[in-house]
């Protein structure tokens, strides 16, 4: 039974994902401009970038073509659809599809700053005003 795309990305790997993230911002890229968006402190040999591109490619996540004798990748999805999927399964999984439980495990992070509450808070508020207007029963 073939798994759906939303599986393919919730298993994507913290190197598959980077990966990812590089090729979406290129928007289409060869293994070696891969390489060259990657940091030079960590970066992965030609041929782990190949293989990750090609698992990409067979989770649906990227296709390529030929420029030449040189494969050429470019994304199939949006890293907003990627990180939405990963997010939804962190919900999911971690807090029970809660969010106010993930909310509140943010929000008792050291690292949220009281600039970042007031970002929150206008995202929240511009939120409402947006759906103020949604009276289908929902």
Do not use: C, W
């Not at 968006?37 to 996540?61: H, I």
């Not at 004798?69 to 949006?78: G, I, L």
């Not at 999927?85 to 050291?110: H, W, Y």
Request: aromatic letters at 4%.
């Amino acid at each position: 039974m073939a798994r759906s795309r939303s599986n393919r990305i919730t298993e994507m790997g913290e190197l598959q994902l980077e990966i990812f993230e590089r090729l979406a911002a290129l928007g289409e890229a060869t293994v070696y401009d891969i390489l060259g968006a990657l940091p030079k402190t960590a970066r992965p040999k030609y041929t782990t970038v190949l293989t990750v591109l090609r698992s990409l490619e067979e989770k649906g996540l990227a296709t390529h073509y030929l420029r030449g004798r040189t494969h050429v990748f470019e994304p199939v999805v949006s890293v907003h659809d990627v990180r939405s999927q990963l997010l939804r399964n962190v919900l999911e999984r971690v807090f029970g599809g809660s969010p106010k439980r993930l909310m509140t495990a943010l929000l008792d992070d050291d690292a949220v700053t009281p600039d970042v509450v007031r970002e929150l808070r206008e995202l929240l508020t511009d939120t409402e005003v947006g759906h103020s207007g949604d009276h289908d029963g929902r």
